[in-house]
């Protein structure tokens, strides 16, 4: 029998969960890819009680920006009309050199309650011919205690069909989220950015290292991103990358939604299959050791001790109903039994001795037969190690804010590490 773990403490804040829906590229309702997106909200859409604070749309919605293919989008959005949004453009949504049509999708989700109720900010910025008036679609958001900010790096940029990418942020823009990272540093509030690329690929190499820097120096905590069409986490030391793959033009096993987790010091990230049934688990503290904030202590790991040698361990429980049981284990030991502490978060205190080396976290439904994969759930992580004593802070990468530092294949977190997708070693969709 699992042995049942209370601490008389307290309970931490939640933590910030954000469900990151992957490049849509959406083309005919009769499509692949618009069935699974319908399948994706609807899973999304029963998750109960909802355990995350929205849903996040990267850019590249339709494959050929036009308002036939945003109809299609739009059509599985208003199944759920109180499902939280958050969306950006992509490339493909300024295909041909137009951005009229997202430009009218955008008013009408982030103009709304669900969406945040943001406008498009117009700046006059330099174009092929002459500067002229243009939309841009940033804003910033405040949830759970993360500061997010959404920017966009294609209203800027010069891209047309045939021409290839031109991704720029431009300088009102730039000036904007330089701002909006320092306030959140000097507040210590935690900061997440979500964008379309990795800041490599802007076009222009002084804004491509003023944004990288921005990134380092303001230790944001997670940059989420698609445009790569497949799972991807890169980590430099402080910030976590973490591109989802695409929903459409993808060669990367099972559709799905990647979900993202700070909690407190930790990050986390982990893909959910669409395939897989109920329930899912996140481990969001302690940090495992390959995402984990260096130099690596007990405090920014989430691996501090209480009196009794135990460590503080907590998870999201995704599901369309509460699970049977909920329970976590150090290496191959006894199963401890989690308590739900919210909405969204079990916890338990766990010993942690001396040389122990994993943490699994398994949610268990009552539809679950008593063997096989369905309904039944492992997260599994192994948690950061203290650094050596006078260990200095990482230095900036050589190439900062791009996948140089990409962790390689990680398959319990859904990464394949093969980069099958059309800008890396894929298929030219």
Known sequence: MAATSREQTAPAEDPFVVLHVGDLHLTGRSEANARDLAAILDQIGAITPRAFDFVYLPGDLAEDGTAPQYAILSAALDRHPDLPVRLIPGDHDRQHGCIEAFHAMFTTVAGSPRGGKHDPVGHSLPQPEDPREVSQYYYADTFSGVRCLFVDIVSAGFSRKGIG?????????????????????????????????????????????????????????????????????????????????????????????????????????????LDRTPPFVLITSPADRRVATRPATDENSGMVRDGQGR???????????????????????????????????????????????SLQVEAVDARWPGHGPDYVDTDEIEPARPSAPGEDEPSLPDKPGSDAFRLGPWLRKGVRGDQLGPNRAGRKW
Not at 322 to 350: K, N
């Open 165 to 273: 990418l031109d991704f720029r942020l431009g300088r009102p823009q730039t000036l904007w989220l330089s701002d909006q990272i320092a306030q959140a540093a000097a507040s210590g509030t935690p900061c997440a950015i979500f964008v379309h690329a990795y800041p490599d690929d802007l076009r222009e190499p002084d804004e491509r290292l003023d944004i990288a820097g921005l990134i380092w120096n303001g230790n944001v905590r997670l940059v989420e991103m698609g445009h790569t069409h497949y799972n991807e986490l890169a980590h430099d030391g402080r910030t976590l990358y973490a591109a989802a793959r695409s929903v459409g033009q993808n060669e990367d096993g099972s559709v799905g939604y990647a979900v993202a987790a700070i909690d407190g010091p930790v990050t986390s990230w982990r893909f959910r299959a």
């Open 311 to 357: 460590i503080r361990v907590r998870a999201v429980v995704l599901s369309d109903r509460e699970p049977q049981y909920c329970h976590c284990r150090v290496d191959f030991g006894p199963w401890i039994t989690m308590v739900s502490q919210s909405a969204r978060t079990f916890e338990a205190w766990a010993p942690w001795p001396a040389g122990a080396r």
